[in-house]
């Protein structure tokens, strides 16, 4: 059946500042929508009048699916923040009481991520699914009662992964507060006796990094830009990959050996941190997981390699994410009047970071690494769940496993 004979589905409000009026209300764009999740970091508000709150709100169990950018990409909606509304780049798919949601939810997943909405795109560029195409995607519907024994089968994974995914956060909170305490509070071990001197503990500094790293470089696209991507391989970093703090698999894409040889110089080894230095996504930062090892880099995403001897990666990491020092290389990526941010190698290396001795953080530092491999095997024991769901839903899907 269509997706039109088994579910209510419409666009959001377009964005438009001189005719919006109402109350302001946060709203889910584009960007906030990944494979099965949300990413509600940042939120934006638009003024929504009382009449438009019935049609541009979302319910519990609504299917939210990008209409740009990465068509089909699509989660659903559990009222993770009260008020939600969304706008015109995504489209709110609502089924009827004929459908589970989880299992539409699973069906068009499935089709989306295996190329069955190529066809429906249009747009050279960027890649479009429009409304009237999305009503034409042929759906799956077997009796109610098997709908909802596949998606509690594959809901069982996901729930396994979100509770994961729960666990990492936890973990990293718990290394950003620890930085937080010790390195902007000056909670430190030992502060009780520490001597100030110009607001700063005694024997502190500021240092660039160039002094305190062995390697500062980025990559570059293999001839034949994205067409030349393999599907298994060597692993290509690009800023898409790039988060605070994490490291996000989807869009992860593969080298094969001749396009590695070419980027052997910026070869990602164990440890490193990654940082975005072009784009929308300029000052992301990251440490490489272990998982994708060994890897290569874009010309979009730096390596930053920690000296040893001067340092800890773990402290590199936290210091660049750190809020102060993050606005200070946003402004820096966004000063000069330039259409598109950017971070050169220069400004990197000369980026200075409060420093403490280096027994502070050599103390920090082996804290933070075990929270880091708690979250690293965590990670790895996810990145398994996804893949035994994603080869059992096709099969679920078209009834090779019965249930």
């Known amino acids: 059946m269509r997706l039109s004979e088994v579910a209510d589905f419409r666009l959001g409000k377009m964005l438009d500042q001189r005719k919006n009026k109402g109350d302001l209300l946060p709203y889910l764009a584009n960007k906030n929508v990944r494979w099965g999740e949300?990413?509600?970091?940042?939120?934006?508000?638009?003024?929504f009048e009382e009449r438009e709150l019935e049609t541009f709100s979302l319910k519990n169990g609504d299917i939210v699916m990008c209409e740009g950018g990465v068509p089909g990409r699509c989660a659903i909606w559990r009222d993770q923040l009260p008020k939600m509304m969304y706008q015109k780049a995504l489209h709110r798919?609502?089924?009827?009481?004929t459908m589970n949601e989880?299992?539409?939810?699973?069906?068009?997943?499935y089709r989306a991520k295996s190329g069955h909405f190529e066809g429906l795109f249009t747009g050279s560029t960027i890649k479009h699914l429009p409304k009237e195409k999305l009503a034409l995607v042929e759906v799956d519907v077997p009796d109610l009662p098997t709908q909802e024994r596949i998606a509690a089968i594959l809901s069982a994974y996901d729930d396994l992964i979100e509770n994961n995914r729960r666990r990492i956060a936890l973990l990293e909170q718990a290394a950003r507060l620890l930085y937080r305490e010790w390195f902007v509070h000056f909670r430190f071990p030992g502060h009780e006796t520490a001597k100030f001197v110009d607001g700063l503990p005694e024997g502190w500094d500021k240092r660039p990094l160039i002094d305190l790293t062995t390697k500062l470089g980025s990559g570059a696209t293999p001839r034949g830009g994205a067409g030349a991507y393999q599907e298994v391989g060597l692993t290509l970093i690009r800023s898409l990959n790039v988060y605070d703090y994490s490291f996000h698999d989807d869009g992860l894409v593969f080298l094969n050996e001749d396009q590695a040889k070419k980027l052997a110089n910026v070869t990602v080894e164990k440890h490193d941190v990654l940082l975005n230095i072009t784009g929308a996504s300029v000052a992301r930062c990251c440490m490489v997981p272990d998982r994708h090892l060994p890897a290569r880099v874009n010309q979009h995403v730096m390596i930053v390699r920690t000296d040893l001897?001067?340092?800890s990666p773990f402290f590199?990491?936290?210091?660049i994410n750190a809020q102060q020092n993050k606005e200070k290389l946003l402004s820096i990526a966004r000063a000069g009047g330039a259409t598109r941010e950017a971070l050169t190698k220069d400004v990197v290396g000369n980026f200075e970071i409060l420093c403490p001795p280096n027994e502070l953080i050599t103390l920090f530092g082996d804290q933070v690494e075990q929270m880091h491999e708690q979250a690293e095997t965590l990670s790895a024991l996810n990145a398994q769940l996804t893949r035994v769901r994603d080869l059992l839903l096709p099969r679920l899907m078209d009834g090779r496993i019965p249930v």
């Open 38 to 47: 949300f990413d509600l970091s940042e939120m934006r508000e638009m003024r």
């Open 316 to 319: 590199i990491l936290h210091s």
């Open 93 to 97: 798919i609502r089924p009827f009481e």
């Open 309 to 311: 001897d001067e340092s």
């Open 102 to 109: 989880v299992y539409l939810y699973y069906n068009l997943s």
